[in-house]
């Protein structure tokens, strides 16, 4: 059996071998609104690059970042002829994780915008870090690890290992600023589900309103609204919520990646009966093209080439019919697959045929 075929069975029946109520945390398949993480950007300048930083002829944005920063220090460069290439020109970026407290550290991204040729070694000066309200949460600064290798010779040629121009600093920034949610304060918050679904939103519903009768309500697929109830305080009523179990429900689904040739189905994938036979049909051209010689002492003609070609029609017996019956579990139709001993991509078409047909009750999504 060939290795992206067993990995595709694989798959399916690992699925086949699970419990039918197999159930998850509240936890692990919703989003509690509100808490999340927030992106931060900023502009800063890395220096104490060794000669692999940005040319100020081919960045102004770097000369003239440079030119102020240095003017903020006391330096009046305005009028010099400056052709550093230790430093360089970067895009500095953060997560604020949800709760963060003023001081606390978190790690950052740092992006060469010019020609820099490395990061390497270089030192971020201070950058203030804004969010979407530009507004700054947190100061970043540091030393530049980019895990990558780089090197050059005087001929021109080169290697390199990785992405010298682009690193991180771990826990390279200061959270200045906290984000102003207060979750205590809070008398009601939505549970976001990842995979909408009308039943799995339901039996959240159910499964809290059987622990705290009344403080759960399932407003559409994707929302669960819940309020702690009188006399407990939002965050120990969520600490409780999130660890009840409930078992999740989906659409049928088959996945299929064309590119590496991986296939997945979804548990609840059944089949209307239905016949399925597959053969292969190879044709084959072989081109042997022969030299035509013009006859010896001849004055006339010329040396050509002859073309021949040799086609060959090689259609593979099909294998018997291989029947599925209506209503065919998971496991029925990976094993009804597998009798007919094709390749993952004859699979693939296969599927789509009985889709087709309409004897697959699933949706097809090929990524």
Avoid: H
């Amino acid at each position: 059996m060939p290795l992206r075929l067993f990995a595709a069975v694989l798959l399916a029946g690992a699925l086949c071998a699970q419990p039918a109520s197999a159930k998850s945390r509240i936890k692990d398949i919703v989003e509690f609104e509100g808490v999340r993480e927030n992106m931060l950007v900023g502009y800063g300048i890395v220096a104490g690059l060794n000669g692999t930083g940005d040319s100020l002829r081919n960045a102004p944005f770097t000369k003239q970042s440079l030119e102020a920063m240095l003017e903020r220090l006391g330096v009046n460069t305005r009028d010099a002829n400056l052709n550093t290439k230790n430093v360089a020109a970067v895009m500095v970026t953060a997560r604020l994780p949800a709760f963060a407290a003023t001081g606390a550290q978190i790690d950052t991204s740092v992006s060469a915008m010019g020609d820099a040729k490395s990061l390497l070694g270089g030192t971020l000066l201070v950058t203030p870090l804004l969010g979407a309200d530009g507004q700054a949460y947190a100061v970043a600064q540091g030393t530049v690890q980019t895990g990558s290798v780089s090197a050059g010779g005087a001929s021109g040629s080169s290697v390199s290992k990785g992405v010298p121009t682009a690193g991180r600093i771990a826990s390279g920034a200061l959270v200045e600023r906290e984000i102003g949610f207060q979750l205590a304060n809070m008398t009601q918050l939505r549970l976001t589900l990842r995979n909408p679904d009308f039943t799995t939103a339901r039996r959240i519903a159910d499964v809290v309103n059987s622990s705290f009768p009344g403080t759960a309500v399932a407003e559409n697929p994707t929302i669960v609204a819940v309020r702690p109830p009188a006399g407990q305080d939002m965050t120990s009523y969520l600490a409780r919520v999130e660890n009840l179990s409930v078992e999740p429900d989906g659409p049928a689904k088959v996945v299929i990646d064309e590119v590496a040739g991986v296939i997945v189905m979804g548990d609840a994938v059944r089949l209307s009966t239905v016949a399925i036979q597959q053969g292969n049909l190879t044709i084959t051209v072989r081109e042997s093209p022969q030299v035509s010689q013009p006859a010896p002492f001849s004055r006339t003609g010329e040396t050509a080439v002859t073309p021949q070609s040799d086609v060959s029609v090689d259609e593979e017996k099909g294998r018997q019919f291989v029947t599925v019956n209506s209503g065919a579990s998971l496991s029925s139709l990976v094993s009804g697959l597998n009798a007919l001993g094709v390749t993952p991509r004859d699979m693939i078409s296969i599927l789509q045929t009985i889709k087709a047909a309409g004897a697959l009750q699933a949706e097809i999504e090929v990524m």
